[in-house]
C-alpha cells in the first residue's frame, strides 16, 4: 500500500488522528502543517512533509488518500492527484467541497455535511462515538484503543503535581474555564505544587511540561491531546465542545458544563458558559484522579456560583 495522509491542523486534531498509523501498511506519507512537523518526522516509517512541500507527491500514484481537512484548498489539491481510493473530501464537479461516502461518519458532523452547518451541530451534540471510532470505521478498521504516537519530549525543568493549562485558544474562546486561577490556590492550600503551563518556542516542550506533572486540568485543547497521549492524568472541562469525541484512555475525568447544549460549537464569550462548572467539582476531581480525595477535604462553606469564597480545610 502507498498511502497519503492529509490532516494539517488544529494540532491537537493531528496527535489525535496518529492512532491511525497502527492501522496502515506500506508506504505512508502525511502532509501537515509545518508546526507540526516536529510531532510526526521521528515516527518510524512515516515520510512527513509540510503543506509547503505537497507538490513533491503531485506524479506519485496511491493506493489511497486519506484527507481529513474540510476546506476548498485541500478539497482542490486532492483533485490533482492519482489514487486508486479517495477518503474524506474532495471539490466535486460542481466546484463544491463535498465527502466521500464511506466518511460521512465524520463529516457529516462537519462544516461540510450534506446537512448544513446547524444540523450537522445537532448531529454532533447527539453523537456519542469518538473520532476515533467513527474515522477507523469509515475506512474499514476497528478502533481498539490504538495510541497517540508522540515522539519524546524535550527535557524541561519545570515540573509538579498539577500543571494547569488555562487557555485553549483564540478560535473557541468558550473552552476557557472562569475559575482556574482559584483553583491552583485552593489546591496549593492542600500542599501541592501546581503550575501554570507557560507559552513554549516548540511544541516538543510543551510536551515535556505536559510529561513533567501527575496530572493537567484543561479544556479541550492541545495539552488535554498531550497528557492522553503521554499517559497522564486528566481533568478535562467541556464548556461547548463535545467531551464524546474524546477516547479517554483510561487517564481522563470529563466534566461537562451543564449548559452544554445551549453553548455548542458555538464561538462567542458568555460568563454563563465559561462559569458553570463550580471550583468544588473540578477540585473533588483532581484530588480523585490524585488519590488524594480520602486525605483531604474541600470546604463546602462559601461556595456560590462557581467561586470559591470560603477556604479548605485539612483534616485533623
Same mark, same amino acid.
Given at each position: 500500500?502507498?498511502?497519503?495522509? $492529509? ?5 491537537? +486534531? ?13 508506504? $505512508?506519507?502525511? $502532509?501537515?502543517? %509545518?508546526?507540526?512537523?516536529? *510531532? ?55 466546484? %463544491? ?10 463529516? +457529516?458532523?462537519?462544516? $461540510? ?7 450537522? +451541530? ?18 474499514? !478498521? ?83 491531546? !498531550? ?19 474524546? !477516547? ?21 464569550? +458568555? ?18 484522579? *490524585? ?17 470559591? %469564597? ?7
Amino acid at each position: 500500500m502507498n498511502t497519503l495522509i $492529509i490532516k494539517l491542523g488544529a494540532t491537537g +486534531d493531528v496527535v489525535r488522528t496518529t492512532p491511525l498509523l497502527e492501522k496502515l501498511s506500506g508506504k $505512508i506519507t502525511w $502532509i501537515t502543517a %509545518v508546526k507540526n512537523v516536529p *510531532l510526526l518526522k521521528s515516527v518510524e516509517n512515516l515520510n512527513c512533509l509540510s503543506w509547503e512541500q505537497r507538490n513533491s507527491v503531485a506524479n506519485v500514484r496511491h493506493d489511497l488518500i486519506i484527507n481529513l481537512e474540510d476546506t476548498t484548498e485541500s478539497g482542490e489539491f486532492v483533485q490533482t492527484l492519482k489514487y486508486n481510493r479517495l477518503f474524506g473530501a474532495f471539490v466535486n464537479a460542481g466546484r %463544491v467541497l463535498a465527502c466521500t461516502d464511506d466518511s460521512r461518519g465524520w463529516f +457529516d458532523l462537519s462544516l $461540510i455535511s450534506r446537512f448544513g452547518k446547524s444540523a450537522a +451541530d445537532q448531529l454532533k451534540l447527539k453523537n456519542r462515538r469518538t473520532y476515533q471510532d467513527l474515522i477507523f470505521e469509515g475506512l474499514g !478498521f476497528g478502533f481498539t484503543g490504538e495510541k497517540y504516537l508522540l515522539p519524546e519530549p524535550s527535557e524541561m525543568n519545570l515540573s509538579g503535581d498539577v500543571a494547569i493549562s488555562p487557555k485553549a485558544g483564540a478560535v473557541w474562546p468558550m473552552k476557557n474555564w472562569a475559575y482556574y486561577a482559584e483553583l491552583k490556590c485552593e489546591l496549593e492550600a492542600n500542599g501541592l505544587v501546581v503550575n501554570m503551563l507557560p507559552e513554549r518556542a516548540t511544541l516538543l516542550e510543551h510536551l515535556g511540561d505536559v510529561k513533567n506533572h501527575r496530572l493537567l486540568v484543561s479544556g479541550d485543547s492541545l495539552p488535554m491531546h !498531550f497528557a492522553l497521549g503521554t499517559g497522564t492524568r486528566c481533568v478535562t472541562i467541556f464548556n461547548c465542545t463535545s467531551p464524546w469525541e474524546i !477516547f479517554d484512555y483510561g487517564v481522563q475525568q470529563q466534566i461537562t458544563s451543564p449548559f452544554l447544549a445551549e453553548f455548542f460549537f458555538k464561538r462567542g464569550v +458568555d460568563e454563563r458558559a465559561t462559569g458553570a462548572i463550580s471550583v468544588e467539582e473540578v477540585f473533588d476531581a483532581v484530588m480523585k484522579q *490524585l488519590g488524594s480525595d480520602a486525605i483531604y477535604n474541600f470546604s463546602r462553606v462559601g461556595v456560590r456560583a462557581g467561586r470559591l %469564597v470560603g477556604s479548605l480545610a485539612r483534616p485533623d
